[in-house]
């Protein structure tokens, strides 16, 4: 009986993960467009990349960082200068399209640099980007991140 039990268990939990991956529409290309900058922003810090930083932020980028101090781009620019960011995961990315030129990309991220005179920056962090249209390019116009908290 337990042998049969478990099977019905488990054949359930396939039936019910199988019918969610059926009902997860794919990314649209907003979507994709807009995850895909949202990464390059960390892999132009990454790689010490000024120029694709500057193409993919507005000139008045500002954005809140995890100790909630607010930064302008240049001081991205330093950051990714020094080589700051030494190593990034973004993964769970949502997009809210607000209209034809504006949307919303959350997503969270796991990362590795130092930050401020504490040594390091929270590892975990919840992001928000807003991304705006100038002409025919997608730029960041402002960022917000949240360190996650061991019970989030």
Request: contains cysteine; glycine residues 4%.
């Amino acid at each position: 009986m337990r042998n049969f039990a478990a099977i019905f268990f488990l054949s359930l939990a396939c039936f019910a993960q199988s019918a969610s991956d059926a009902s997860a529409k794919p990314p649209t290309p907003l979507e994709k467009t807009l995850i895909a900058n949202s990464t390059a922003v960390f892999e132009a810090q990454k790689t010490k990349d000024q120029n694709s930083l500057k193409r993919l932020l507005t000139a008045d980028f500002q954005q809140v960082g995890s100790e909630g101090k607010l930064h302008k781009a240049e001081e991205l620019l330093d950051d990714a200068k020094e080589g700051k960011l030494q190593d990034y995961r973004v993964y769970g990315a949502r997009v809210l399209a607000i209209d034809d030129s504006c949307a919303i990309v959350t997503f969270d991220a796991i990362i590795r640099m130092p930050e401020g005179d504490d040594g390091l920056a929270p590892r975990y962090q919840h992001f928000s980007d807003v991304w705006v249209k100038q002409g025919e390019q997608w730029r960041l116009r402002f960022q917000q991140s949240t360190a996650r908290r061991p019970i989030d």
